[in-house]
């Protein structure tokens, strides 16, 4: 976020202080609230946003957020939308909290990426962090209280996002603009690759352990012992060899 924006009055034009709760020159009612698009200062009965054309909107429907899963501020989110997507920003602590719908379209669409970095510059660059060191704190779904689970998005971002799979995703400041730029930069065809690897991987392990059974095996040819044998697996052997028993 940036303090460098400028909130205006939304009855007389004005510049303003979002801190105060009445225009200096006109003393209309003031409802200070960040874009969660791009995080310019708006008006809460502001139609749009003036830097990001965002539109205000409702939640989707049986998708409004209660209650800020992080600073737990109730009824504290700005809903705006772009296209199909809708936003719902907290106005206490900048998290943003995304339906699943709208967690899909930024995932897939271009155009709807595209509208979100437009923003993504006013926001500093994340710094460089080790996701298994966070400490771990599992948060309510701001929709129905439940617990949200914790992951790693696609397994290598490193942005570790709570998510409540009826209701929707929860971002921390900037991690959803992390997100978008790691899908953008390719991430998730890495991410692909990774578990191609992984699965081939597993698949040559399976492979040698079941040669390297039928080669232990008391009736497989060439084997020859003094005594009898139970042999199951290679570690049944190695605790033979060591004069071991199981």
Not at 149 to 173: E, M, Q, T, Y
Not at 180 to 198: K, N, T, Y
Not at 203 to 218: G, V
């Amino acid at each position: 976020m940036t303090d460098g924006s400028v909130y205006r009055c939304p009855a007389c034009g004005a510049p303003a202080d979002p801190k105060s709760g009445a225009c200096a020159y006109c003393a209309a009612k003031l409802q200070p609230v960040r874009c969660p698009w791009c995080f310019e200062w708006t008006d809460a009965a502001a139609k749009d946003c003036p830097r990001c054309g965002s539109t205000a909107a409702p939640p989707a429907p049986g998708a409004a957020p209660k209650t800020c899963p992080s600073c737990r501020a109730p009824e504290s989110f700005s809903t705006r939308a772009v296209g199909g997507a809708r936003l719902a920003g907290c106005v206490k602590c900048g998290g943003v909290w995304a339906d699943v719908e709208s967690f899909k379209r930024l995932c897939e669409d271009r155009a709807t990426q595209a509208a979100y970095l437009g923003a993504g510059s006013l926001a500093a660059s994340p710094a460089q962090s080790d996701p298994s060191r966070d400490e771990v704190v599992y948060r309510p779904c701001p929709v129905c209280a439940d617990l949200m689970n914790r992951f790693n998005f696609a397994g290598c971002s490193g942005v570790i996002l709570d998510v409540c799979k009826p209701h929707g995703v929860w971002f921390d400041v900037d991690e959803l603009r992390r997100i978008v730029m790691f899908i953008r930069g390719g991430g998730l065809d890495v991410a692909r690759g990774l578990e191609r690897e992984a699965i081939e991987d597993e698949r040559r392990r399976l492979e040698r352990d079941r040669k390297a059974d039928e080669l232990l095996s008391p009736y497989s040819p060439g084997f020859v012992t003094s005594g009898p044998l139970h042999i199951t697996s290679a570690a049944d052997l190695l605790l033979r060899l060591l004069d071991r028993k199981p």
